[in-house]
C-alpha cells in the first residue's frame, strides 16, 4: 500500500537554526509530492511540489525539499528558522487510482515550534 | 485571489442531530474533496467528487454522504451525528486534467463539535 511517513511529530528549534522536516514515501510509481503548511487555525497552503522536473525544489518563505529517489525522501528544509515559520507541516503524495487523479495521501503532520 | 470558503468556522451541534457542512470554489476546478483532520491522524479522506454530480468514497465515508449539485459547491452530510465524528473538516478542490500534480487548494476549515 502506498504510503506517506513523516518522522517526528514534533519538532523543536531555535530561531536562526536550520529546520529540517522529514518525509519518506513507498510507491511503485513516480510520484507527485507536496508539503503544505497549516498555522494555527487555518486550513493547509501549499509550501512546495516536486513534479519530476528538477529534484531540487524551491518553495514560498525560504523553504526547500530534495527528492531523492533512492532514498524515498522528500525532506523540507530551511537554513534559518523564523519564529512565523512556527506551524504544522503536511507531506502528501500522489495516490493514482485508476479513473480519478489528484486523490493525494497525506502523512500525519510534523508541528514545528521556534524558541527565540 | 484564490478561494476556497467554508459556511462556518465553528460548530457544536446534538448527537443526533443532521449536519451540513457547505464548501464552495470559485477556481471552476472540476476535483473536489472532503477531508476530516485529527490529531496524530493527519488528513483522512471521506468523499470526493470529479464532476457535477459524481462523487467517490474515500477512506472513510461511513457515517457521511456528499452532495454536489453545482459546480462551484460541495456538501457534507452527517446523517445522524455521532460524538466521533467531533472533528475539524477540511474542504478542497484542485483541477480535473493532468496526471495527478496539480495542487489542492484547501479552505480554513470547519472544527464541528458533537455533544
Known amino acids: 500500500a502506498q504510503s506517506v511517513t513523516q518522522l517526528g511529530s514534533h519538532v523543536s528549534v531555535s530561531e536562526g537554526a536550520l529546520v529540517l522536516l522529514r518525509c519518506n514515501y513507498s510507491?511503485?510509481?513516480?510520484?507527485?509530492l507536496f508539503w503544505y503548511v497549516q498555522y494555527p487555525n487555518q486550513g493547509l497552503q501549499l509550501l512546495l511540489k516536486?513534479?519530476?522536473?528538477?529534484?531540487l525544489v524551491k518553495g514560498i518563505n525560504g523553504f526547500e525539499a530534495e527528492f531523492k529517489k533512492s532514498e524515498t525522501s522528500f525532506h523540507l528544509t530551511k537554513p534559518s528558522a523564523h519564529m512565523s515559520d512556527a506551524a504544522e507541516y503536511f507531506c502528501?503524495?500522489?495516490?493514482?487510482?485508476?479513473?480519478?487523479?489528484?486523490?493525494?495521501?497525506f502523512g500525519t503532520g510534523t508541528l514545528l515550534a521556534v524558541q527565540p | 485571489d484564490v478561494k476556497v470558503t467554508q459556511s462556518s468556522r465553528y460548530l457544536v451541534k446534538r448527537t443526533g442531530e443532521k449536519v451540513f457542512l457547505e464548501c464552495v470554489q470559485d477556481?471552476?476546478?472540476?476535483?473536489m474533496f472532503w477531508y476530516r483532520q485529527d490529531p496524530g491522524l493527519g488528513l483522512r479522506l471521506i468523499y470526493f467528487?470529479?464532476?457535477?454530480?459524481?462523487?467517490e468514497k474515500g477512506d472513510i465515508p461511513e457515517g457521511y454522504s456528499v452532495s454536489r449539485e453545482k459546480k462551484e459547491r460541495f456538501s457534507l452530510i452527517l446523517e445522524s451525528a455521532s460524538t466521533n465524528q467531533t472533528s475539524m473538516y477540511l474542504c478542497?478542490?484542485?483541477?480535473?486534467?493532468?496526471?495527478?500534480?496539480?495542487?489542492?487548494?484547501f479552505g480554513p476549515g470547519t472544527r464541528l463539535t458533537v455533544l
Open positions: 467528487s470529479y464532476d457535477v454530480k459524481m462523487k
Open positions: 477556481m471552476d476546478h472540476e476535483n
Open positions: 516536486y513534479t519530476s522536473a528538477a529534484t
Open positions: 502528501a503524495g500522489h495516490r493514482p487510482v485508476g479513473g480519478a487523479t489528484n486523490k493525494l495521501i
Open positions: 510507491s511503485s510509481v513516480p510520484p507527485y
Open positions: 478542497a478542490s484542485s483541477l480535473g486534467q493532468g496526471d495527478g500534480y496539480n495542487e489542492q487548494f
